[in-house]
C-alpha cells in the first residue's frame, strides 16, 4: 500500500542528526552535574554532631549508619506492636551510648556488642520454648554459647583499646643510695621480718633482729 506524503509526515518523528538522546537535568541524579563528571562524595567533620554520644565519632555519616545497623540486628518476632517495636529499636542506641565510645574502633565494637547482645538472647529465647525437640533445644542452646564468648571477646578488645585490659605500675621519686636496694613490685611478707643495715655493704639484710637473732 502507498502512503500519501501526508501520511508518511505523522509517522516521523524529529531527530537531531549526530545528537544523542539525553534525559533532562530534572530525571538526572542530584549528585551529577553533567555526564562527563564523577560522583564527588562530600565528607563531612562536625564536632557537634549529636550523634557522637552513640559511634564516637565526628563524621555524621558514619555515626548515623552505625546506629541504623546496631537497629538492624534487633530480631522483632513474627508479631509485634508497635509500642514493643519502638522500644526495641530505642533500646540498641541507648547500649551505644551508655558504652560511650570515643572513636570509631570503638563505635564499631559498641554496636558489635549490641548486636551480639541480641542474637545470644533471642538463641536463649528459643532454646525455652515449650514442647521442642531436645536436637533444637541444644541447637540453640550452643548458638547462644558461642555468641556470648564472642560477647566476652568484644568487650576484653574495647576495654584493651581503651587502656583499661592492662595494669599499670607508676613509680615516682625512688631514691637508691650507694650500696642500697630497691624493689619495684608486689612484696608479700610471711611474719614479721626486721632489717637491720649490714655493716660492710650498707645493705639491709631481712631476718636479722638487733640482737642478732
Given at each position: 500500500?502507498?502512503?500519501?506524503?501526508?501520511?508518511?509526515?505523522?509517522?516521523?518523528?524529529?531527530?537531531?542528526?549526530?545528537?544523542?538522546?539525553?534525559?533532562?537535568?530534572?530525571?538526572?541524579?542530584?549528585?551529577i552535574s553533567d555526564e562527563s563528571k564523577e560522583t564527588t562524595l562530600v565528607?563531612?567533620?562536625?564536632?557537634?554532631?549529636?550523634?557522637?554520644?552513640?559511634?564516637?565519632?565526628?563524621?555524621?555519616?558514619?555515626?548515623?549508619?552505625?546506629?541504623?545497623?546496631?537497629?538492624?540486628?534487633?530480631?522483632?518476632g513474627a508479631a509485634v506492636d508497635p509500642a514493643t517495636k519502638k522500644q526495641?529499636?530505642?533500646?540498641?542506641?541507648?547500649?551505644?551510648?551508655?558504652?560511650?565510645p570515643k572513636d570509631a574502633i570503638e563505635g564499631m565494637l559498641a554496636a558489635?556488642?549490641?548486636?551480639?547482645?541480641?542474637?545470644?538472647?533471642?538463641?536463649?529465647?528459643?532454646?525455652?520454648?515449650?514442647?521442642?525437640?531436645?536436637?533444637?533445644?541444644?541447637?540453640?542452646?550452643?548458638?547462644?554459647?558461642?555468641?556470648?564468648?564472642?560477647?566476652?571477646?568484644?568487650?576484653?578488645?574495647?576495654?584493651?583499646?581503651?587502656?583499661?585490659?592492662?595494669?599499670?605500675?607508676?613509680?615516682?621519686?625512688?631514691?637508691?643510695?650507694?650500696?642500697?636496694?630497691?624493689?619495684?613490685?608486689?612484696?608479700?611478707?610471711?611474719?614479721?621480718?626486721?632489717?637491720?643495715?649490714?655493716?660492710?655493704?650498707?645493705?639491709?639484710?631481712?631476718?636479722?633482729?638487733?640482737?642478732?637473732?
Amino acid at each position: 500500500m502507498t502512503m500519501t506524503k501526508e501520511q508518511r509526515s505523522r509517522n516521523l518523528k524529529p531527530v537531531t542528526s549526530g545528537a544523542k538522546s539525553t534525559p533532562s537535568k530534572q530525571d538526572r541524579p542530584s549528585s551529577i552535574s553533567d555526564e562527563s563528571k564523577e560522583t564527588t562524595l562530600v565528607l563531612l567533620d562536625d564536632k557537634d554532631d549529636p550523634h557522637q554520644v552513640y559511634a564516637g565519632t565526628q563524621s555524621p555519616a558514619f555515626n548515623q549508619a552505625l546506629i541504623n545497623q546496631a537497629v538492624g540486628s534487633i530480631w522483632y518476632g513474627a508479631a509485634v506492636d508497635p509500642a514493643t517495636k519502638k522500644q526495641l529499636q530505642c533500646s540498641a542506641p541507648g547500649a551505644m551510648m551508655n558504652i560511650g565510645p570515643k572513636d570509631a574502633i570503638e563505635g564499631m565494637l559498641a554496636a558489635q556488642m549490641v548486636a551480639t547482645h541480641n542474637a545470644a538472647m533471642e538463641c536463649y529465647r528459643r532454646a525455652m520454648i515449650p514442647e521442642q525437640p531436645l536436637v533444637g533445644r541444644e541447637s540453640a542452646l550452643n548458638h547462644g554459647n558461642k555468641l556470648s564468648r564472642s560477647y566476652a571477646t568484644l568487650v576484653h578488645a574495647f576495654d584493651k583499646h581503651r587502656g583499661r585490659g592492662q595494669q599499670t605500675v607508676r613509680v615516682e621519686h625512688v631514691h637508691v643510695y650507694e650500696g642500697g636496694q630497691a624493689i619495684v613490685g608486689q612484696v608479700s611478707r610471711a611474719g614479721r621480718m626486721d632489717a637491720e643495715p649490714d655493716h660492710q655493704s650498707g645493705i639491709a639484710t631481712p631476718g636479722e633482729g638487733k640482737n642478732g637473732d
